[in-house]
């Protein structure tokens, strides 16, 4: 299994490489190299594998000479020759055998030689011809003879057709290339043949193993779960925590982006051993590898492979971490069963659990019914003892009765039930637990049957413990302590709602606890006391539901219970917070809890929503004011997270936020001024919030920002929020003065990449301006940038070719780009999967292809370059579409390349193409025809493709650049008869006139240009349109 | 009672207690006075501890019974075994707006039922006696023993096996919620406005409210 697993990468990348048609000729070759598993040097393994390799070579091997007769013949530039256990008596007849035991075939070459010679135990073969026979020997030896054969001939490709075809790039440019004259044809076709065998192989034996052997989601599941049974915080502790990166699980089980899922990627784990720091590890189908640091989705630049690929998440923790190997020797494959057990029993323990509710309800009733015997007899008014122990023990009925609702709830839950933080997985269970934990299920026993005072009592003893040990937090789960603390909750007792809720704000730190109260129901009753005369109780409350929202569900819980409302309402505290009284400061401090509660339920989406709509935003700009810095950061933690929000982004700017941001980006706490500029950041979009940044000299504190190189977040922020301001151009002279441009190309060099990405961003929109693009070729810019071309961040890569575009109108910067081969990588990321790359990589081809000099030979050069952007042709996305006809309209400047692209049959694709609607594609998709028309052929294959027609009907669009592009295209249409006919009868005449009197010079000409060829048809109109009527 | 005396009582009454204004004595002062007046015809002009049970019971939400002997002992200052007017309005003070520090010292005067100065474990156990309700054949007196140690050992600081006032003080500062924690003595702090309008403040109801409202100005 750890064979085939370690292969799988090499597969892949096989078959990718396949499929892209250009290392084809490399799969033969290192099929043999690199999939079969040598051991020592010359071995092959026994491997099941390399029997199923070597039966596929034999059984293509046997059919060779009857299906392909003639390439079997082409003798092989060097014999292949192994030892061989073959004996002169195997061979029959067409052989002629000595006395002493050797053979020679009855084939012979030009030469005379024979093609098979066997002097035992070698032997030597020089056609495919006699391989075949060998293979078609009715005997056992055959599986030997191959593998003797591939284990002594390590480059049979070579030796078969000599180093020039074997040599795959070469091949396969002469094969794409004008033909091949001095080698046979046949040849080739042995070389397809063989590359053929080689590609289905691979194939075959990739699906043969990703059936058995791929790593697939529920493995890694139960790693995962494997592994958690490790984590933990006791003595034998060896992680601390196994957590996927994302609870969102696709269908098909993996958590990974689905662009990710492309690449193989099935989840990211985030593992923290004790020994080492935090592992980030990324499990594709091929095998697990550490990453950059994927944390959640959205960050690109994390996905990068960091470390070489393990079979399993197991073998890389004992490779990462010391002590997990050491635990895992001590502690052997034992360990599973027991976990498993362990898994059972608590299964089992709530099985029973559920089935003894009806008992204990019983048990309650008939103490129910004592009690109000006892209110009678003691005919003591309602408002007695007894009436309270009712009330608590109805309470508690309620909880026993919980637990089928419970697990009805986490049912309808369950296709979520998967988190982003670790899951809840019990540790062994002992018997010998410390006294503590008995001491507590005591505790919570008295809880349950106490009246006020012994609840009150008993809160105090239970906040004598360490809340923070596992015993603990074990015992209440245990003895549904939980579930009987929230219960208080409901009580009209301002004394044991804060006893139970500190009890519950100090173990909801521990992440199982946090699951065990959600799922008990217990945050709703914490949501609940939010509403609480008492502002002790609502600051606690709002802490504790900080603490628990950690995770989604939870937050979807509060949202649920319209607890986003209620914190909200915390918020509404002193109407200055610059100037606070002794009175109001407690209600500064319950908004404190508030707003961190606050903070930690925006994380969701819908929460910011909710925020929003529950006039959050406006108090948010209140607390903004406050000198607190333990305030600050959480409300601005909050902004930033809800600035995702349109709404939201809105009101941030109309409720004059921006001022005091802008403000606290000049505050010593970078914590502050990482939330600040991301709020920014994530609001400059809007032309507004730019121009108030400005007017609050918000840019030159952006600006002092950068010299924080030593921060990565903060430079993040910065640069983020410089780019989004650089958008707008009186900003960018405010930029200019304080030298921003050269700042940002010094960073270009030694920053990760979520700095760069905003670097380059804000790069991209300085270069719209002519004078910056020198100052970035002079500042030596071009050369870093280029190199990120390399990259596989796709917001870097759009950005960074976004600059290129900018940059390539310049015709020095376009010597330099094209010197260092910068259009080559653009071209090559019209390969990246990202439409949005590759539209971003073509818009930026389009002047690189202008200005470059030589530019025709230049493309015609580049490897398939032209097939990639006729491929993209077929793509589904608009923009995607638009900019290669863009680059079609400039490559087809160059007649040869124009050619080229015929063949390629552009014109049937383009024509596909007019039908689609879209301003942008249009323009562009009218240019690239007028440019195609200038082949003669493409005019008529235009029309017969039947272009005619939507050209006419672009005429009316009302975007000018449209209707002039179009007035070009239907120009070099019109100088074919045919088309001339159906641009009459579409009615272009009329609107093309009304062109002739356009300001722009060509459009005015080409109008006219036009007009005369139909007219040179028609010389009679109305004669015409009498004797063609129905035309 | 004419409103004249009464407004001449509250008039003295009110320079003795600063938390409560002229206003608010009165109200006090004639809650105090129809209380007495529903249940008795006498002249008397104070009450005696079965009324001043009864109001705690149905106003304050008090039950326990020897919690209640012992808030009737410290409302009754002079120990005359009545309730005077005077010693209402400043039990009051205390009960309805007293500071935390005035609470402790009222609570553990009323934990402290031998009034030796000191909570001893016997007294405990006898206040808190019925707050377990075990199911079963359990019988709860060992766990309200044990409850009782566990509490008994927490807030000990000076080890001596038994509560001064200063050790009651301490673990109430350090954690407020124990204040009342051998039994409920005050009004539950959430229901004070509750209680105010139930039925026997009901006729002073618009009184009560206008001091309050004055108070809070």
């Not at chain 1, 070579?57 to 030892?83: C, G, K, R, T």
């Not at chain 1, 309620?398 to 309808?412: A, D, I, R, Y």
């Not at chain 1, 026993?445 to 239970?462: E, F, I, S, V, W």
């Not at chain 1, 914490?526 to 989604?552: C, M, Y």
């Amino acid at each position: 299994m750890l064979h085939y697993l370690s292969c799988l990468p090499f597969l892949f990348r096989c078959l990718l490489a396949a499929r892209g048609g250009i290392l084809l000729a490399s799969v033969m070759g290192t099929l043999l190299t690199k999939v079969a598993k040598w051991s020592s040097e010359d071995k092959l393994d026994s491997t099941a594998l390399n029997s199923l390799l070597l039966k596929d070579i034999m059984l293509f091997v046997e059919d060779f000479s009857a299906l392909h007769p003639h390439e079997a013949e082409i003798l092989f530039e060097e014999p292949l020759q192994w030892n061989s256990t073959l004996v002169a008596s195997d061979f029959e007849a067409d052989y002629d055998i000595n006395e002493s035991g050797e053979v020679e075939s009855q084939e012979k070459d030009e030469n005379g030689c024979p093609t098979l010679e066997l002097s035992p135990p070698n032997i030597s073969v020089r056609n495919f011809n006699q391989l075949s026979n060998l293979m078609n020997m009715e005997n056992d030896k055959r599986l030997q003879e191959v593998q003797a054969c591939i284990e002594e001939n390590r480059t049979p490709l070579v030796k078969i057709l000599g180093e020039s075809y074997a040599n795959m790039q070469k091949a396969v440019k002469i094969d794409k290339g004008e033909g091949h004259k001095q080698d046979s044809d046949i040849k080739m076709k042995l070389l397809r043949l063989l590359l053929d065998m080689g590609k289905q192989t691979v194939r075959k034996l990739l699906k043969e193993i990703s059936e058995k052997f791929r790593l697939n989601p529920a493995f890694v599941d139960q790693e995962v779960e494997y592994l958690q049974g490790f984590c933990g915080s006791g003595e034998n502790r060896v992680l601390k925590s196994v957590q996927y990166t994302s609870d969102y699980e696709y269908p098909n089980g993996c958590r990974a982006p689905l662009w990710r899922q492309i690449e193989g990627e099935m989840c990211y784990l985030v593992i923290e051993p004790y020994d080492t720091e935090t592992l980030y590890i990324t499990c594709s189908s091929a095998g697990v590898f550490l990453n950059l640091g994927v944390k959640d989705e959205g960050d690109d630049g994390a996905y990068k492979q960091a470390s070489e690929v393990f079979k399993n998440v197991v073998t890389l923790l004992k490779n990462k971490s010391q002590l997990f190997a050491e635990n895992l020797t001590s502690q052997g494959p034992l360990r599973t069963p027991k976990l498993v057990d362990a898994q059972t029993q608590l299964s089992l323990k709530r099985i029973n659990k559920s089935a003894t509710p009806s008992q204990r309800e019983e048990d309650k009733t008939s103490e129910f019914d004592d009690t109000q015997k006892g209110a009678r007899s003691k005919n003591i008014s309602h408002f007695s003892e007894s009436s309270y122990a009712e009330q608590l023990s109805s309470m508690k009925l309620k909880s026993q009765l919980q637990p089928g609702e419970v697990f009805s709830e986490t049912s309808s839950e369950s296709d979520q039930s998967y988190e982003e933080e670790e899951q809840p997985a019990r540790r062994q269970r002992n018997t010998d637990y410390p006294s503590e934990y008995w001491q507590i299920q005591k505790l919570v026993k008295y809880l349950r049957a106490g009246d006020q005072t012994a609840t009150l009592l008993t809160l105090y003893a239970l906040m004598d413990y360490d809340l923070t040990h596992e015993t603990y937090h074990l015992a209440m789960q245990d003895s549904g302590g939980l579930k009987v603390l929230t219960n208080i909750l409901h009580l009209d007792e301002v004394n044991l709602q804060l006893g139970s809720l500190q009890i519950l704000r100090d173990i909801s730190h521990n992440a199982q606890t946090r699951r065990a109260i959600v799922d008990n129901g217990g945050l709703r009753s914490i949501v609940n006391v939010l509403d609480s005369r008492n502002k002790d109780v609502k600051a606690l409350a709002a802490e504790t539901i900080a603490n628990l929202t950690s995770f989604r569900r939870a937050r979807r819980t509060v949202r649920k219970y319209n607890g986003i409302s209620k914190l909200a309402k915390l918020l509404d505290c002193a109407p200055d917070l610059a100037n606070v009284d002794a009175k109001q400061e407690k209600d500064v401090e319950v908004a404190r809890f508030g707003v961190l509660a606050l903070w930690s339920c925006s994380r969701s989406p819908k929460n910011k929503e909710a925020i929003h709509k529950a006039g959050g935003v406006p108090l948010l700009g209140r607390l903004l004011k406050s000198p607190q810095m333990n305030m600050l950061i959480p409300v601005v933690g909050i902004l930033q997270n809800c600035a995702d929000e349109e709404s939201c982004k809105d009101a941030i700017q109309t409720e004059g936020m921006i001022k005091d941001l802008v403000q606290n980006l000049s505050n010593d706490n970078d914590e502050l001024r990482i939330h600040c500029a991301n709020v920014i950041f994530k609001c400059a979009e809007n032309k507004r919030t730019r121009t108030l940044v400005n007017e609050n000299k918000g840019l030159q504190a952006l600006v002092s920002l950068l010299g924080k190189t030593d921060n990565k977040k903060l430079m993040a922020a910065a640069t983020g929020a410089i780019w989004k301001c650089s958008l707008s151009p009186e900003n960018l002279d405010v930029f200019q003065e304080h030298k921003v441009l050269e700042t940002l190309i010094g960073l270009l060099t030694n920053q990760p990449e979520e700095v760069l990405v905003n670097v380059v961003g804000a790069l991209a929109e300085f270069a719209q301006k002519p004078a910056n693009k020198i100052t970035i070729r002079k500042c030596g810019g071009l050369k870093p940038l280029v190199h990120l071309l390399v990259g596989r961040n796709e917001p870097l890569l759009v950005n960074v070719t976004r600059v290129v575009e900018a940059c390539a109108t310049d015709l020095d910067n376009m010597a330099i780009i094209q010197e260092l081969d910068a259009i080559r990588w653009v071209w090559s990321l019209l390969k990246n999967p990202n439409p949005e790359v590759q539209s971003s990589a073509a818009w930026a081809l389009c002047p690189c292809i202008e200005n470059a000099k030589e530019a025709g030979e230049m493309v015609s050069t580049l490897m398939g370059a032209m097939e990639l952007v006729i491929d993209l042709l077929k793509s589904t996305n608009d923009d995607v579409l638009a900019s290669m006809c863009a680059v079609i309209a400039k490559i087809a400047k160059d007649k040869y390349n124009l050619a080229v692209l015929t063949d390629y049959e552009v014109v049937s694709l383009l024509a596909k193409l007019t039908d689609k609607p879209g301003d942008l594609l249009r323009c562009h998709l009218a240019q690239a025809i007028a440019q195609c028309c200038t082949w003669r052929n493409n005019r008529a294959a235009f029309g017969e493709a039947g272009v005619v027609p939507h050209l006419a009907l672009y005429l009316k669009s009302s975007d000018m650049k449209v209707r002039h592009s179009t007035v070009m295209a239907l120009h070099q249409l019109s100088k074919e008869s045919n088309n001339c006919v159906i641009m009459h009868s579409e009615g272009v005449v009329k609107p093309l006139i009304h062109f002739m009197g356009s300001d722009d010079e060509k459009v005015r000409n080409a109008a006219a240009d036009c007009v005369r060829n139909i007219r040179l048809l028609f010389p009679g109109q109305s004669r015409a349109k009498k004797s063609t009527p129905c035309m | 009672m004419s409103k004249r005396l009464i407004q001449n009582l509250a008039k003295i009454i009110s320079k003795q207690v600063d938390r409560f204004n002229q206003t608010e004595v009165e109200c006090l002062i004639r809650e105090f006075y129809a209380i007495l007046g529903q249940t008795t015809s006498t002249g008397k002009s104070s009450l005696d501890e079965r009324k001043f049970r009864s109001i705690l019971t149905n106003e304050f939400g008090l039950t326990n019974n020897t919690i209640m002997e012992r808030v009737f002992r410290t409302f009754d200052k002079d120990n005359d075994n009545f309730v005077s007017s005077k010693e209402w309005v400043e039990g009051l003070c205390v009960f309805l707006r007293g500071t935390l520090d005035e609470k402790i010292k009222y609570c553990f005067h009323v934990y402290d039922l031998s009034g030796d100065d000191y909570i001893a474990r016997e007294e405990i156990l006898l206040m808190v006696r019925n707050c377990l309700r075990l199911h079963g054949e359990e019988d709860p007196y060992d766990s309200i023993k044990d409850l009782v140690e566990i509490t008994l050992k927490r807030m000990d600081h000076d080890n001596d096996d038994r509560l001064s006032f200063e050790d009651y003080k301490k673990s109430v500062k350090e954690l407020n919620i124990v204040l009342e924690a051998f039994g409920t003595c005050l009004p539950n702090a959430t229901s004070i406005n509750h209680n105010f309008s139930t039925l026997a403040f009901q006729t002073y109801l618009f009184d009560v409210f206008c001091c309050q409202e004055v108070w809070r100005s």
